[in-house]
């Protein structure tokens, strides 16, 4: 069954750093292209990162330069760092797998909570 | 960068009713279109990929038509656990993006 889990979010300052974690299970990230999407309490869906197979990574314009997607192979698990954060960053982290026709997510984690706030 | 827009933001309906949701891309997107449907509190869950083609387990009341910049998910008849909100997302390039969202309203 593929699983994909997130942690690591959570309360931190302005102007703070925090690192993302989503382990997958039932399959290999390696093996799909992965994203990361995020929801701001109250609003709609935000397409934040991604990462092909090959490794290389694509980022929303606006955030390019303060979050940057990563994966470890051994461990099976996604990585989002975001770095600089801001009050409007705050919002439900989702981690995702395109495995669905024409590059759809099929798969999504039950996402983790960032709020930034002093 | 593409952008994509919902309409209408939300839409009130009755059990049994015919609904139709519309998405539009800033640019053609050939059928690089997919849909969800997301519940309070809830992940996301696919529910049309290549703009008509529909994922597994999702019932057949749902289908998705269009091409090139305009799409449309229609629930051929409401049932109660289709009240929540809908997504387009075009996965034609990065940056990926999303509508806005319709939430689907009891009347």
């Known amino acids: 069954e593929v699983q994909l889990v997130e942690s690591g979010g959570g309360l931190i300052q302005p102007g703070g750093s925090l690192r993302l974690s989503c382990v997958a299970s039932?399959?290999?990230?390696?093996?799909?292209?992965m994203s990361w999407v995020r929801q701001a309490p109250g609003k709609g869906l935000e397409w934040v990162s991604g990462?092909?197979?090959?490794?290389?990574?694509y980022h929303a314009e606006s955030l390019k330069g303060r979050f940057t997607v990563s994966r470890d192979n051994s461990k099976n698990t996604l990585f989002l760092q975001m770095n600089s954060l801001r009050a409007e960053d705050t919002a439900v982290y989702y981690c995702?797998?395109?495995?669905?026709?024409?590059?759809?997510?099929?798969?999504w984690g039950q996402g983790t909570l960032v709020t930034v706030s002093s | 960068d593409i952008q994509m827009t919902q309409s209408p933001s939300s839409v009130p309906a009755s059990v049994g009713d015919r609904v139709t949701i519309t998405c539009r891309a800033s640019?053609?997107?050939?059928?690089?279109l997919a849909w969800y449907q997301q519940k309070p509190g809830k992940a996301p869950n696919l529910l049309i990929y290549?703009?008509?083609s529909l994922h597994s387990g999702v019932p057949s009341r749902f289908s998705g038509s269009g091409s090139g910049t305009d799409f449309s998910l229609t629930i051929s008849s409401l049932q109660p656990e289709d009240f929540a909100t809908y997504y387009c997302q075009q996965t034609h390039s990065f940056p990926y993006s999303f509508g806005q969202g319709t939430k689907l309203e009891i009347k």
């Open positions: 039932g399959f290999t990230v390696t093996s799909n292209y």
């Open positions: 290549a703009a008509s």
């Open positions: 995702a797998r395109e495995g669905g026709g024409a590059s759809s997510f099929d798969s």
């Open positions: 990462i092909n197979t090959g490794g290389t990574t």
């Open positions: 640019q053609s997107i050939s059928s690089w």
